[in-house]
């Protein structure tokens, strides 16, 4: 069940119990990625605000996805950025993303302890995280 709370409303109370100030660009950062299901590149971001007439340099972007990062808040994948579909419960989830159109959707698989005790039995590795997509194309029909 989806939250309430908009996405920009977890970010303040995450950037309030941080200690850090709630920016006008970190409030405009995060309004564009709740509005967009699809993964945005710092350039997209960058194109967004400043056609909002709100221009905000690469480095401050970048600095901003990273402590939204840091929160959890968002997701980076192939140099992309996706907010978190549940703030308030936060999964390590996956991604469907539609080539055709970039429409992005989490999902989540419950296969980690399977993956992690296979790979320390076989290998002697310790399975931290896991990130993944799936790459393909979307029914637009199914999207929900």
Request: glycine share 6%; with cysteine; aromatic share 12%.
């Given at each position: 069940?989806?939250?309430?709370?908009?996405?920009?409303?977890?970010?303040?109370e995450r950037f309030?119990?941080?200690?850090w100030r709630m920016s006008a660009?970190?409030?405009?950062?995060?309004?564009?990625l709740e509005s967009h299901e699809n993964f945005l590149s710092q350039k997209e971001i960058a194109n967004i605000l400043?056609?909002?007439?709100k221009a905000v340099d690469y480095t401050t972007i970048y600095r901003i996805l990273?402590?939204?990062?840091?929160?959890?808040l968002v997701?980076?994948?192939d140099q992309k950025w996706h907010r978190e579909?549940?703030?308030?419960n936060p999964l390590h989830g996956h991604f469907l993303i539609c080539e055709e159109t970039g429409y992005a959707e989490e999902i989540y698989l419950d296969y980690f302890n399977a993956i992690a005790k296979q790979l320390a039995?076989?290998?002697?590795?310790?399975?931290?995280?896991?990130?993944?997509a799936f790459f393909g194309q979307s029914d637009p029909k199914r999207r929900g």
């Amino acid at each position: 069940m989806k939250s309430e709370k908009r996405f920009s409303d977890y970010a303040s109370e995450r950037f309030e119990k941080e200690g850090w100030r709630m920016s006008a660009g970190v409030r405009n950062i995060c309004e564009i990625l709740e509005s967009h299901e699809n993964f945005l590149s710092q350039k997209e971001i960058a194109n967004i605000l400043q056609d909002m007439g709100k221009a905000v340099d690469y480095t401050t972007i970048y600095r901003i996805l990273r402590k939204l990062q840091s929160l959890k808040l968002v997701h980076e994948f192939d140099q992309k950025w996706h907010r978190e579909n549940e703030p308030a419960n936060p999964l390590h989830g996956h991604f469907l993303i539609c080539e055709e159109t970039g429409y992005a959707e989490e999902i989540y698989l419950d296969y980690f302890n399977a993956i992690a005790k296979q790979l320390a039995k076989e290998k002697g590795f310790v399975l931290k995280s896991v990130k993944m997509a799936f790459f393909g194309q979307s029914d637009p029909k199914r999207r929900g």
